[in-house]
């Protein structure tokens, strides 16, 4: 029974400087979900070799796990001289850098209102008329006093269009509450 067990286990040793990857799936990190953290960590350099199947690490001082491991959580570290080391970059993104300068058209796209708008980038797009509302409603409604179109307005435009006091803030969808159906009869 040991010959078949030990049939495909391989003998592996790593020596005192070589590096390893260490195997994250004991490691408590604080990622959203554990299927997205990354499988390895490393590679650390071996500090010292304890018994045949411990290997004590040298470990960052951030980290905050013990610095000795059992031989089946490493793996050795290989260095791809195809690939260059990519550093990772963040592209920052402001919501506030994307300013409507002007609405030049609209349409009912299946059955919602869009307007076609020039943002302050140069570059137009289709917006959802309710996205518009919150932030750009006075671009809104000075289109439609500008060009007259005999198309249907979008609700909420009509209705800011026949009561000019009316913000859009009163226009927005609100939740309705009513008792569970269950409890009519």
């Not at 990190?29 to 650390?44: A, R, T, V």
């Not at 307007?115 to 439609?144: F, K, P, R």
């Amino acid at each position: 029974m040991v010959a078949q067990t030990n049939k495909h286990r391989l003998d592996q040793e790593f020596l005192v400087g070589e590096e390893v990857l260490v195997t994250t799936a004991n490691w408590n990190n604080n990622k959203p979900s554990k299927k997205l953290d990354h499988l390895w960590s490393g590679p650390y350099e071996i500090k010292k070799c304890i018994g045949k199947v411990a290997y004590q690490l040298d470990l960052p001082s951030t980290s905050k796990c013990h610095n000795v491991f059992h031989i089946g959580m490493l793996e050795p570290y290989v260095e791809s001289k195809d690939q260059e080391k990519i550093s990772v970059t963040t592209i920052s993104w402001d919501p506030t850098s994307r300013e409507v300068i002007n609405i030049q058209d609209h349409r009912k796209y299946n059955p919602e209102w869009q307007y076609l708008v020039e943002l302050n980038d140069g570059s137009t797009e289709w917006e959802n008329a309710q996205e518009l509302m919150e932030d750009c409603w006075e671009n809104i409604l000075e289109y439609h006093q500008t060009t007259n179109t005999d198309v249907e307005l979008p609700p909420s435009i009509a209705e800011i269009l026949n009561h000019p006091r009316i913000s859009a803030h009163h226009l927005r969808p609100r939740q309705q509450l009513q008792a569970p159906s269950r409890y009519s009869d």
